[in-house]
C-alpha cells in the first residue's frame, strides 16, 4: 500500500521523451476509479439470484461509497498532474454521485447510460434516459459496448443506431461520452486461435478493436474518450489511437481494467501511457473487487477496506504516471 504521496515525474536536463504526452481535459492525466458495475456485482461478489431485497441494496451502496471514500484518501496523494475520476451509477451510487458532483472538480465523474448485463446496448432507463443522464451534474457520460465485425450485422446497425442517438446528445448536452468498448471474440476467431484467450488479445483483437471504431464512427458516434482494453503491443496501440484520431478527430483514449491481474495490467499500462493520445486510465474490479470480498466476509473493517483500496489504486496510478514518461518503443527522444 502506497504511505506517501506521488511525486510529479522528473525530467532531467538532457533527457526527453517522443512528445510530451497527451493529456485529458484540463490538461491532467486523468485516473478513473471505476464502479458502475452492477449485473456482475450483484451475482459475482453477493451471490444474489434475483433483485436485492432493501437490506441487501443498502448494502451494496454502502460499500460504493466506500469505494468513493477511498478514491478522496488516494486523491490526496496524487500530484498536481494527476486528475481523479469516479465513474459510478445511479443505482447503487446515487451517494457518490452528488458528492463528486459538488467536489468543485476535485473529482471527475462519469456515470453509466447503459443498462447493466445487457449482451448490446440498451438504455438503462429507457425512454427516460435522458432525464437520468442530466440529472447529475456529471463531466462526462459513459456507454459500455460489445461488438465484433463478426457479429450479426442487423444487431450491429440497431445498436450503432442508438449509440449515434446518445453521441449527438452527449455533444448537445455539453457531457463529453466515454465510450468502453470491449470486442468479444466471435465463434469464427475462438477457432482461428484454437479458443485461446491469450492468442486472441494479441493476435486478433488489436485489429478487430479498430474496425469496431471506424464502423462505429462511420455510423455517427463520436466519442470524446474511447476506454479500449489493454493492448499487448506497442504497435498495436498506435493503430488504435490512429483510428479514434482519423480524419482529424481529437478523440482520447483510456485503458480499461477487464478485472485482470495486477502483472498484466502493468503491461497494459507500460505499453499505453507513453503514447501521446492515450490520456489516463479507468480500471475497477482489479483495485476494489478483492478487498470488498474481504469485507463482505468480515475479513476487513472499513477503514482496512478504505486503505487497500486506496493503496491499489495509487500502485496503478504510480504505475502509468512513471510509464508515461518513458519514450514509446521506435521513437528517437526529442526536445521537450
Not at 53 to 81: F, N
Not at 146 to 160: L, S, V, Y
Not at 198 to 211: C, F, M, N, S, W
Request: proline share 7%; glycine share 8%; aromatic share 8%.
Amino acid at each position: 500500500m502506497t504511505d506517501v504521496p506521488l511525486a510529479e515525474p522528473q525530467k532531467s536536463a538532457g533527457t526527453a521523451t517522443a512528445a510530451t504526452p497527451a493529456t485529458a481535459p484540463g490538461g491532467k492525466t486523468l485516473l478513473i476509479l471505476a464502479a458502475d458495475h452492477r449485473n456482475s456485482l450483484e451475482t459475482g461478489l453477493y451471490g444474489l439470484t434475483g433483485p436485492p431485497s432493501p437490506a441487501q441494496a443498502a448494502r451494496i451502496c454502502a460499500d460504493k461509497l466506500l469505494i468513493y471514500q477511498a478514491l478522496l484518501d488516494a486523491a490526496e496523494k496524487l500530484p498536481a498532474s494527476a486528475q481523479p475520476g469516479i465513474l459510478i451509477d445511479e443505482q447503487y451510487g446515487a451517494d457518490a454521485i452528488e458528492l463528486a458532483g459538488r467536489s468543485g472538480g476535485a473529482v471527475n465523474l462519469s456515470v453509466p447510460i447503459e443498462a447493466s448485463g445487457s449482451e448490446w446496448f440498451e438504455f438503462a432507463y429507457g425512454d427516460q434516459w435522458r432525464r437520468h443522464a442530466e440529472f447529475f451534474p456529471a463531466d462526462h457520460a459513459k456507454v459500455l459496448v460489445r461488438d465484433n465485425p463478426g457479429f450479426d450485422p442487423g444487431d450491429r446497425a440497431r445498436q450503432a443506431e442508438d449509440l449515434a442517438e446518445v453521441s449527438s446528445w452527449a455533444t448537445d448536452a455539453g457531457r463529453p461520452l466515454i465510450l468502453e468498448l470491449l470486442v468479444p471474440a466471435s465463434e469464427s476467431d475462438k477457432r482461428a486461435v484454437g479458443d485461446d484467450t491469450a492468442r486472441y488479445d494479441a493476435e486478433i483483437r488489436p485489429g478487430l478493436t479498430v474496425a469496431v471504431i471506424e464502423y462505429l464512427q462511420d455510423h455517427g458516434v463520436e466519442p470524446a474518450i474511447w476506454k479500449i482494453e489493454g493492448l499487448e503491443r506497442h504497435e498495436d496501440t498506435v493503430a488504435v489511437l490512429a483510428a479514434a484520431q482519423r480524419d482529424g478527430r481529437t478523440a482520447r483514449c483510456i485503458v480499461l481494467g477487464r478485472h485482470a491481474t495486477h502483472s498484466r495490467l502493468d503491461h497494459w499500462l507500460k505499453i499505453a501511457a507513453p503514447v501521446p493520445g492515450f490520456v489516463g486510465f479507468a480500471i475497477g474490479r482489479s483495485i476494489w473487487w478483492d478487498a470488498l470480498h474481504s469485507h463482505l466476509h468480515h475479513r476487513s473493517s472499513n477503514d482496512e477496506t478504505r486503505r487497500r483500496i486506496a493503496g491499489q489504486y495509487l500502485d496503478f496510478a504510480r504505475y502509468y504516471l512513471e510509464a508515461r514518461e518513458a519514450t514509446p518503443p521506435g521513437h528517437d527522444p526529442q526536445p521537450w
